[in-house]
């Protein structure tokens, strides 16, 4: 298995831009997860997924858009970049039933200049 | 509201024990975790415990639970320089598909 894999892995966006993050698991979770990571501040949740076709809203959405069309691909969607969505964005599925585990991507650095 | 306090920094000599502390609010916890980043990577989990446990031993780790105080505590034996990465507390309460997250503790391992 290749857990979960996110791509890019770095990107340089300019102000105004737009861009799509990827991430994909083999692992046939139904749960998965977008989270930023500033430096500092510890994961903050973006949105998730219960499922195909169901997205929610997390702590800090504005600015980003996801869509959950099969069970293994999650992209996040950034419509129109600002310096602060500078972060390293984290996928993570996670399993059902007993302790839950989150498995997570590497991981994409995004710089918004 | 919900909310997850761990210190930022420990800084131990290799071979000493290492001790991660944190404290949550949500006396509904049911399971409380332990993640470990390493320096360019993402999150994987170290261990858990669930709230009914008091103590929970795997290897050089040992998680201690307190749920009177609230206070979660993580004890690495034997600390290897590999050791050294960013250790992030989550509890889950109740149904909650969402964790609430620790900052993280930054441990460095000194030769």
């Known amino acids: 298995n290749a857990g979960v894999t996110q791509t890019p892995k770095f990107r340089i966006l300019k102000i105004g831009q737009s861009m799509t993050l990827q991430c994909t698991q083999d692992?046939?979770?139904?749960?998965m997860y977008w989270y930023r990571q500033d430096p500092g501040m510890g994961l903050k949740l973006i949105y998730y997924?219960?499922?195909?076709?169901?997205?929610d809203k997390g702590e800090v959405p504005n600015g980003y858009n996801v869509s959950r069309s099969t069970t293994e691909d999650f992209p996040l969607r950034l419509e129109l970049a600002a310096p602060s969505q500078t972060s390293v964005y984290f996928c993570?599925?996670?399993?059902?039933?007993?302790?839950?585990?989150?498995?997570f991507g590497p991981g994409t650095r995004l710089t918004v200049l | 509201g919900e909310d997850v306090e761990q210190s930022l920094f420990l800084s131990v000599r290799e071979g000493d024990s290492s001790v991660i502390n944190c404290t949550y609010t949500?006396?509904?916890?049911?399971?409380l975790y332990w993640y470990k980043q390493e320096p360019g990577a993402g999150l994987q989990l170290l261990t858990y415990?669930?709230?009914n446990m008091d103590m929970k031993q795997d290897q050089r780790l040992t998680v201690l639970l307190n749920k009177k105080d609230k206070h979660l505590s993580l004890r690495i034996a034997d600390t290897q320089t590999g050791d050294s990465a960013i250790y992030f507390c989550?509890?889950?309460?109740?149904?909650?598909?969402?964790?609430?997250w620790g900052l993280g503790t930054s441990l460095a391992v000194n030769p």
């Open positions: 949500d006396s509904s916890s049911t399971y």
């Open positions: 989550a509890e889950r309460a109740g149904n909650n598909r969402k964790l609430i």
């Open positions: 993570a599925s996670e399993t059902s039933g007993g302790y839950n585990e989150q498995f």
């Open positions: 997924s219960v499922g195909a076709g169901i997205t």
């Open positions: 415990i669930f709230s």
């Open positions: 692992m046939n979770h139904n749960y």
